[in-house]
């Protein structure tokens, strides 16, 4: 779509133009004094910019979780039990899977629960690329070793 309608040339033509799909919110096209041979185009357009999307993510805290607490919480379970070593060896390796597994989360679930947590997505830069990426991850390390 063409939105300039008035002259923009000396010689009372329109040589330039400002063209722009039919969705594109375009207002305010005033052809102002002549610059040299040709007018100034002054306009609006309204962009919309792209939201950053967020992501609500379930995630497990591991920062919280203690070794050596979820260790012995580990030990007493039937999963280790000494004595029951004769009932687990009877049973299907499904059952010991599932077994493992339910251990497992439960113990998990006790010391390390899950959280909910918002993150942002951010918009890439066309130059922020493996290089750079890889220079930010030495300099932060070299940061944290330098604060202990």
């Known amino acids: 779509m063409q ?85 687990l060896r009877d049973q299907s390796v499904d059952d010991l899977v599932q077994l493992y597994r339910d251990v497992h989360t439960r113990l998990l679930d006790q010391h390390c629960p899950f959280i909910t947590v918002r993150r942002r997505r951010k918009k890439t830069t066309p130059w922020f690329d493996a290089d750079c990426r890889d220079a930010r991850r030495r300099a932060r390390a070299a940061e944290r070793r330098f604060r202990r």
């Open 3 to 87: 939105h300039v309608t008035e002259s923009t040339h000396k010689r009372g033509h329109i040589l330039d133009l400002v063209i722009t799909t039919a969705a594109t919110d375009i207002s305010k096209v005033c052809v102002g004094g002549m610059l040299s041979d040709h007018a100034l185009i002054h306009f609006t357009v309204s962009v919309k910019t792209l939201r950053v999307d967020e992501q609500w993510l379930t995630c497990r805290k591991w920062r919280l979780l203690s070794r050596e607490a979820f260790a012995s919480d580990l030990a007493a379970a039937k999963l280790c039990a000494d004595n029951d070593m004769d009932v």
